[in-house]
């Protein structure tokens, strides 16, 4: 995990604090009361489909900068601060390949720990389905090299496609929509905006 040396609400030198069972990295400056809990991301990404001369197809980028310069993938990326998932996920899918889709349900999630990976943080990646709506696959030539449509057949002449993001066409194709997570109101603070409730029926 991540080390601070100075608070980042207060700016006082870091210090530790017993927390749930275990040393944190605490600052004891009086009204203060923050705590390290370490670092977190999130991450989602989109299984878009789409029937072309009646064969499902999925819509698969490929990436053009390292880590993995030329792996084909779902597109996604990281959720922002202050950014639902829903929108991330959208926003995400148009930028790499200029395909407008919203979500309809979630197909899994991956966590993974920061450090056991190498990355920054410990993360979440959540795998949505989104339903396509308009636009053909486009892309800058840069972040993404590539960008289409191709049906597990296809995949199968295409190399470098991620596993992850096949296993994610997978589950889409073999599980209807709707049968997995999908966004719902229980309550009106559920119905606010900076909140969002996923669930298997509401
Ligand atoms: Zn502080």
């Known amino acids: 995990m991540s080390s601070l040396n100075f608070c980042p609400k207060c700016g006082d030198p870091i210090s530790t604090r017993?927390?749930?069972e275990r040393e944190r990295q605490a600052c004891v400056a009086v009204g203060c009361?923050?705590?390290?809990?370490?670092?977190?991301s999130i991450g989602c990404a989109g299984?878009?489909?789409?029937?072309?001369?009646g064969?499902?197809?999925a819509l698969l980028v490929q990436r053009g900068h390292n880590p993995f310069a030329g792996m084909w993938q779902i597109p996604g990326g990281y959720a922002e601060h202050d950014e639902?998932?829903?929108?991330?996920?959208?926003?995400?899918?148009?930028?790499?390949s200029k395909v407008i889709a919203s979500v309809h349900d979630v197909l899994a999630f991956r966590h993974s720990l920061g450090g056991s990976r190498g990355g920054p943080a410990t993360?979440?990646?959540?795998?949505?389905?989104?339903n396509y709506e308009s636009g053909e696959p486009a892309f800058d030539g840069d972040?993404?090299?590539n960008a289409g449509f191709y049906s597990l057949a296809e995949m199968e002449h295409i190399e470098g496609v991620q596993g992850?993001?096949?296993?994610?066409?997978?589950?889409?194709?073999?599980?209807?929509p709707g049968t997995g997570l999908s966004i719902g109101a229980i309550d009106e603070r559920s119905k606010a905006g900076d909140w969002q409730l996923f669930g298997l029926s509401f």
């Open 18 to 20: 017993h927390d749930g």
């Open 33 to 40: 009361g923050f705590i390290h809990f370490g670092e977190f």
């Open 47 to 53: 299984v878009v489909t789409r029937e072309i001369d």
């Open 55 to 57: 064969v499902t197809k």
């Open 84 to 96: 639902l998932l829903s929108t991330a996920v959208e926003r995400e899918v148009h930028e790499e």
């Open 123 to 130: 993360n979440i990646y959540v795998i949505f389905r989104l």
């Open 143 to 145: 972040e993404i090299s």
């Open 164 to 176: 992850l993001s096949k296993w994610g066409i997978q589950q889409a194709l073999q599980n209807e």
